[in-house]
């Protein structure tokens, strides 16, 4: 799977759109992006996922840039329930079942 | 909506105890998933099972059986628990897509 980074941290205001970072220059093309997010206490939650178009579902938006090498997570209107910890995970969609590869993500901190 | 749930969200076990971790799928995954958390270890991956009665290694399977009976149970034992087990446990399930896994609540273990 390719490594991916993001800021160790970021604030948004309530109400306003949080973009979250992640860089993932050695993608390759078989690979697609995954966001969970991981509230305090309770366990990772599958957000999104994409391979080159932008994705958008009731929880998020998702910008691939036209070379893949880095996306953005949107969330158009965060609120204090949205603080959590935010993964960026690149791997293939299809294959045997294996591990799912956590870095240390964003912690997204919703402030009034 | 998928629904893993994981018998107890709090353990308090004695060090040599036998312990039994569950958890039950309702959307009828093929694969499901141990792992466990802890601070600046980030997510580890236990055991996995593919299919009923199957099951493979993860990356610290050491301390640590599973069983699964029923394609919707997956228990995870510790046959004589101890101090660093301390942690976290997470349970999830999938699809054949191994980049979606959906997570149960979690279980905190303390060994005393």
């Known amino acids: 799977d390719a490594k991916t980074t993001q800021p160790p941290s970021m604030d948004c205001a309530e109400g306003r759109a949080a973009n979250l970072p992640c860089n993932h220059s050695?993608?390759?093309?078989?690979?697609?992006v995954y966001w969970y997010r991981q509230i305090h206490s309770q366990g990772p939650q599958y957000i999104i996922h994409?391979?080159?178009n932008n994705e958008t579902n009731e929880m998020a938006s998702l910008i691939i840039t036209e070379d893949r090498k880095s996306s953005t997570l949107i969330l158009p209107h965060a609120t204090l329930r949205d603080t959590a910890v935010y993964y960026c995970?690149?791997?293939?969609?299809?294959?045997?079942?294996?591990?799912?590869?956590f870095g240390t993500g964003t912690r997204l901190q919703v402030t009034l | 909506d998928v629904k893993v749930t994981q018998s107890s969200r709090y353990l308090v076990k004695r060090t040599g105890e036998k312990v039994f971790l569950e958890c039950v799928q309702d959307?009828?995954?093929?694969?499901m998933f141990w792992y466990r958390q802890d601070p600046g270890l980030g997510l580890r991956l236990i055991y996995f099972?593919?299919?009923?009665?199957?099951?493979e290694k993860g990356d610290i399977p050491e301390g640590y059986s599973v069983s699964r009976e029923k394609k919707e149970r997956f228990s995870l034992i510790l046959e004589s628990a101890s101090t660093n087990q301390t942690s976290m446990y997470l349970c999830?399930?999938?699809?054949?897509?191994?980049?979606?896994?959906?997570f149960g609540a979690g279980t905190r273990l303390s060994v005393l």
């Open positions: 050695t993608i390759s093309g078989n690979e697609y």
């Open positions: 994409g391979l080159k």
């Open positions: 999830a399930s999938s699809w054949d897509s191994p980049g979606i896994q959906y």
């Open positions: 099972s593919y299919d009923v009665k199957m099951k």
């Open positions: 959307m009828d995954h093929e694969n």
């Open positions: 995970i690149a791997r293939r969609f299809t294959g045997t079942a294996s591990k799912l590869t």
